[in-house]
């Protein structure tokens, strides 16, 4: 097939081209070839081929992918595929690929798991992970609290910017984001943000706190998850810091989180319209969405100047 081909294939025809040619490769148990094509799709494309197959060949399609590319395929499956492949899979190869899960996608996840099968995971969990987990599952479902995730990069007023800039590079692996740099006292209550371009224009000897936006836009645990969906879409935000009620940062949500939220949101308003019902009780045009983002805690009077003009170039 000529470059020329491809290039007038729609986005939708290549990824249900890569599905039939998986599906055609797997029948005729031509591993290496399946392999090979899987290797320049993306993430998101590979988790759509694999469940476009039959339930016997989703394990076998998705153990022929590298252990790092496997994590953020299983990231992207349904919830029932997840389940369906933890079920099939040995209980090593479970525990390599929940561990290395991001703590929001795995209690997602978690939520959609018998709750024998979630005591079973979290036992094989590292401790690290573990805690991490169970503090996502403490909070409400739907809320602000089970949707962020505790990775994040925090930096101290004090700091020099060499000294955050070396903070950073030994985190950054372990943070969802890095774009958004958010500062907390010894309390580890948020007293201010500033992107990460900003920081690497700072001069080495200038301090976090003579560079930082004071006036902070966060959310609380308990906010409605719809809520932020809609904060984060209406200001384009690319993520947004969650604290407690003692305004102690626990976690951060990044538009990656709130996608699905959205495309739901989107899903039950088209519903409504038609006064169709959606998940089993009848939608109003008035009952199809959440209150405004101003609800739930949400402090916008900085909006503007903190993502807006302070971090919108970053």
């Given amino acids: ?34 392999k090979a094509l899987l290797v ?5 494309d590979i988790a759509e081929a ?18 790092d590319e496997a994590i953020e395929v299983y990231e992207n499956l349904d919830s029932s595929v997840q389940q369906t492949l933890i079920e099939d899979f040995k209980r090593q190869d ?84 890095v774009y958004y740099l958010f500062v907390t006292d010894v309390a580890r209550r948020l007293t201010g943000i500033l992107s990460l371009r900003h920081l690497v224009m700072a001069q080495p000897e200038q301090t976090i ?7 902070v836009v966060s959310i609380q645990t308990d906010t409605d998850q719809e809520e932020v969906a ?13 604290v407690d009620t003692e305004q102690r940062l626990v976690g951060i949500i990044t538009v990656d989180d709130v996608i699905d939220i959205l495309e739901e949101e989107a899903t039950e308003d088209i519903y409504a319209l038609g006064g169709v019902q959606s998940g089993g009780r009848q939608l109003l045009p008035d009952q199809s969405a959440g209150g405004g983002p101003e609800a739930g805690g949400v402090a916008l009077g900085a909006v503007d100047y903190q993502y807006g003009h302070h971090l919108g170039d970053s």
Avoid: C
């Fill in 40 to 44: 320049p799709v993306q993430p998101a």
């Fill in 209 to 215: 706190g003579e560079i930082m936006t004071r006036e």
């Fill in 230 to 242: 809609q904060l984060i879409q209406r200001y384009d935000f690319l993520a947004v810091p969650v």
């Fill in 50 to 67: 694999i469940e476009g197959l039959p339930e016997t060949m989703q394990a076998i399609a998705f153990r022929l992918l590298s252990k």
């Fill in 94 to 177: 479970v525990q390599d690929i929940v561990d290395k899960m991001s703590p929001d996608d795995r209690a997602r996840l978690f939520d959609e798991l018998p709750a024998k099968v979630v005591r079973r995971l979290l036992t094989q969990l590292s401790p690290q992970e573990r805690q991490a987990t169970a503090l996502l599952l403490g909070y409400e479902a739907d809320t602000a609290g089970r949707i962020m995730t505790p990775e994040y990069i925090a930096l101290k007023e004090g700091w020099t910017i060499a000294r955050a800039l070396e903070h950073i590079r030994n985190r950054a692996e372990m943070s969802e984001t």
């Fill in 1 to 34: 097939m000529s470059i020329s081909t491809v290039a007038s294939f729609s986005r939708q025809e290549l990824r249900d081209l890569v599905r039939s040619q998986l599906k055609m490769l797997l029948e005729q148990d031509n591993f290496q070839g399946a």
